[in-house]
Each structure stands twice: as structure tokens, then as C-alpha cells.
């Protein structure tokens, strides 16, 4: 990125972003970006709500009512599946902290990461402290911080060297979405873009993935930056500009702004684990099927991938993260269950003799050419030896759950049931199904849906 940039006055690429965040009108919106905002936000909270068990989340919850409590006169919001109150950057960091940690939610491939894990707790933070948010207005809130920290995610990979995490650019669409519901004027609006992009947590995917921990993805820092840099822009705190919106080598980004959608081209993970290990999955799944396998037919598992892919842990977990941050494991898992699911990434199942022994004989190596379709495809070919000599090839597998095609509201719908199924009730996962897939009706009521959310669990 350009190093150094003088820019006391805000760039058209600015003015483009703050229009756009402050203008965009629910019906401008086309059908499939509004319908891909409804499933991305039933989704996260499926997330969020399963995200609830691991103990990430305890901590991150905790802390947050402790060390991060609104201070007098301070709004406050409530944590979702909790009930407890924290300062909005605490929401922040608790909520954005517990998604994070349950690898199962949205991205867009090329960024490499996440948004959504960010812009859910964000905009629940500041709805809570609005007196009032519309459900179509919650949804253009979302749209607004898909189209924006996507866009900032391709400035930076495109301009830095570094592998950074997501937290280092979801901030901003956490800044943009407390902007449009705080109604923060243009100068007030670039200093808080500016702060958040400063302070955001460039951190090092890598050494995350190599040293799996709770750190995750960065977005438990990233999402109670963008929302604190809002806090703090209003009471006059200054921040120059963003350089991933307003230098001259971000420009390419921003151009098609408000035309080309990204928030209906991301995907939506089926499994909670690393995307870069969901080809492999999809690709056990599909010849346990197609072949009634069992753990004990199988002799030798061979992954083909690309290099990131192939980092990933190899033996068997001690902790959630590493499990997350596996591939012979989900793999295992998947041949020896016949599904990948929140279980399967908790510590429950780390003594599993069957998905043991079957990651004891998973193997992993680079393929060139899936290394070469990197990060466009996630790529894998999965081959068995089975004891009875015959070997299996699962051919050249993409990962399901979209971008190309993109999941079906259908499959989307079953997941939420799936996780959300894990901690709350039947009848408030419907309550919930139907208040978020209702979101775009006239009348409906955002906040509504917040009161549905913030109790405990099992009610």
C-alpha cells in the first residue's frame, strides 16, 4: 500500500462510500442482495447461539459484563442468549468473540475471511441503543457493512504482503453501519472510518493456524473497533482517513460500488471448520455415500489441496480451535459420522476411537493446480484405499455452500434448526426463523426480534 499519502480533504472515493452508506434505500436494494441478507443474518445467529457452548464464548461474555460495563450515562445493550448488559464496544467484542470461535459463518472468497461475524454483533449493538430500527432498515444496515468491509478486504490484500486476519477490515463495516444508525454527518463519518482502519487488528492469519487459540480470525477486536471508533468520532476524537477507501492504489475497489452486490455472493459454511478443509469434507460425504462405507473398510485416506489447506493440523485435536483449524480430522470425522457438526468440533468427541484412527491414516499433499485456482476455488480430490484393495477417487471437488451455486434458503433454514437447535428450544428457534425471514415486510420490527434473542438458553 502507498505509504504515505497526504489527503486533508476527503477523496471522491469517500464521498462515493458516504453517500452510499447514508442514501441507500431499502427498495434500491435488488431482491437477491435482500434475500441474502436475510439468510446471512439467520444464519450468524444460529452461529452465535451454538457459538454460546464453547468456552471462548463464556469468557468473552464475562469479560465484557465485567471490564467492558457501560459507564454512567453510557448506552448499554444486552448480550444475545444471555441477557446481561455491556457497553456497546463490549456487546462488541463478546458477541463478535463467540461467533468467531464457531467457524460456521459467512465469507466471500476473495477476501479470505469474514464479515458477518463483525457486522451482526454491530448492528445489534447499535439497534439496542436506537429508539427505534425497522426490519428493512436492519437489513440495509447489513447490506451497507457486507458491501463496504468486503471492498476494504480487497484493498488490503491487494496493497499489503501480509496474510491478515479478518478483524483487520470487517471494522470498517462496523463503522459504516453504526454511521448510517447514528446519523453521523460526512466529516464525522471519515474519522471514524480512519480510526477504525488504525486500530483494527492487522493480525497474522498464519500464525493463528498454526498456533490454533481463541484469537481466531481477529474479528473479536475487529468488531469493538469499528464500533468504538463511532463512539469516539462523535465526541470529536479525530482520524484522517481510511487508506483502504481513500488512497490512490485502494481506487479499484470502490468503483463498483452500489452496482456489483457483493453480500449476494458470499458463502455460507455447512460445517464448522476452516472453509479451506469444507472440498474435502463435501468429498468424504459424497463417496461414503455413494459407496455405504464404513470407518472400518477404509485403509488409507489421501487429500489432494492447496497450500493453505494442506498447513492445517494433521493429528488428532486437544481443543476446539485445533479442531477447527484441521484437516484430517473433519475429514475422519466425516467418513466415520457421516456429517460434520458443532459435536464433532468439541472435546466430546476428541477420544472417538473410530475418527481417531481414521485421521491416523488421513494424508495430505499439494495439488499445483488447485494451489493455482487459489483463492477463486477452494479445491480438493479425495482418494481411499480400502482393505479390500479397490480405490476410490472423489475427482476434482469445489466447496459446497456456495458462492457458485449459491445455498438454497431451504439449506440455509436447516443449518439455523441445526445450531440454534443445539442450545435453544423448538419453539424459539421457529419464533426466531420467522422474525428474521420476515425482516423485509413493511411493518416488521427489528428490535422485535433483539427481545427474542437476548434471554438465555432453552426458553
Not at 476473495?110 to 429508539?131: I, T
Not at 457493512?145 to 471492498?151: C, D, K, L, P, T
Not at 463503522?175 to 446519523?183: M, T, V, W
Not at 480400502?386 to 477417487?393: A, N
Amino acid at each position: 500500500m502507498t505509504v504515505m499519502q497526504n489527503l486533508p480533504e476527503p477523496t471522491p472515493a469517500f464521498e462515493q462510500v458516504a453517500i452510499f452508506t447514508r442514501d441507500l434505500g431499502f427498495a434500491a436494494i435488488p431482491a437477491e442482495a435482500v434475500l441474502a441478507a436475510k439468510l446471512l443474518t439467520l444464519d450468524l445467529i444460529g452461529v452465535l447461539a451454538a457459538g454460546g457452548k464453547l468456552e471462548a464464548g463464556r469468557i468473552a461474555r464475562d469479560h465484557a459484563v465485567t471490564h467492558w460495563a457501560a459507564g454512567p450515562g453510557a448506552p448499554a445493550a444486552r448480550l444475545l442468549f444471555d441477557g446481561r448488559p455491556a457497553s456497546l464496544p463490549g456487546f462488541g467484542f463478546a458477541m463478535a468473540t463467540q461467533l468467531d470461535n464457531l467457524d460456521a459463518h459467512d465469507g466471500w472468497q476473495p477476501s479470505k475471511g469474514h464479515a458477518g461475524a463483525a457486522l451482526l454483533p454491530a448492528l445489534c449493538a447499535f439497534a439496542e441503543d436506537a429508539a427505534a430500527v425497522a426490519g428493512r432498515e436492519a437489513l440495509a444496515a447489513m447490506v451497507v457493512g457486507y458491501e463496504i468491509a468486503y471492498r476494504a478486504a480487497a484493498a488490503l490484500h491487494a496493497t499489503v504482503a501480509d496474510y491478515h486476519t479478518s478483524g483487520a477490515w470487517n471494522a470498517l463495516g462496523c463503522a459504516a453501519i453504526g454511521a448510517r444508525l447514528r446519523g453521523l454527518d460526512e466529516r464525522t463519518f471519515r474519522n471514524a472510518l480512519g480510526i477504525a482502519e488504525y486500530h483494527a487488528p492487522r493480525s497474522q492469519m498464519m500464525r493463528e493456524i498454526a498456533n490454533p487459540s481463541m484469537l481466531h480470525d481477529g474479528t473479536g477486536w475487529g468488531a469493538p473497533t469499528g464500533i468504538t471508533a463511532v463512539l469516539i468520532a462523535e465526541e470529536g476524537f479525530t482520524g484522517g482517513c481510511a487508506a483502504t477507501i481513500e488512497f490512490d492504489d485502494a481506487a479499484f475497489a470502490w468503483a463498483d460500488l452500489g452496482h456489483n452486490w457483493l453480500t449476494a455472493q458470499q458463502y455460507i459454511k455447512p460445517y464448522p471448520v476452516c472453509r479451506w478443509v469444507h472440498a474435502p469434507i463435501d468429498a468424504a460425504l459424497r463417496l461414503r455415500r455413494e459407496h455405504a462405507l464404513t470407518a472400518e473398510m477404509i485403509d488409507r485416506v489421501e487429500v489432494a489441496t492447496f497450500v493453505y489447506a494442506a498447513q492445517l493440523n494433521g493429528g488428532v485435536p486437544n481443543s476446539s480451535p485445533v479442531a477447527q483449524y484441521s484437516l484430517a480430522w473433519p475429514v475422519a470425522a466425516a467418513l466415520a459420522r457421516g456429517y460434520v457438526g458443532v459435536d464433532e468440533v468439541m472435546e466430546g468427541s476428541f477420544s472417538d476411537p473410530t475418527i481417531v484412527g481414521l485421521t491416523g491414516r488421513t494424508h495430505v499433499q499439494v495439488d499445483a493446480g488447485f494451489e493455482a485456482a487459489y483463492p477463486a476455488q477452494r479445491l480438493a480430490r479425495l482418494g481411499i484405499t480400502l482393505k479390500d484393495g479397490r480405490v476410490l477417487d472423489s475427482g476434482a471437488t469445489e466447496a459446497s455452500g456456495g458462492p457458485d451455486p449459491q445455498p438454497s434458503e431451504a439449506e440455509v433454514v436447516a443449518k439455523f434448526r441445526a445450531f440454534a437447535g443445539t442450545v435453544l428450544s423448538d419453539d424459539r428457534v421457529a419464533e426466531i426463523e420467522a422474525a428474521v425471514l420476515g425482516l423485509d415486510r413493511p411493518a416488521a420490527n427489528f428490535k422485535s426480534l433483539l427481545e427474542l434473542l437476548v434471554g438465555g438458553w432453552q426458553n
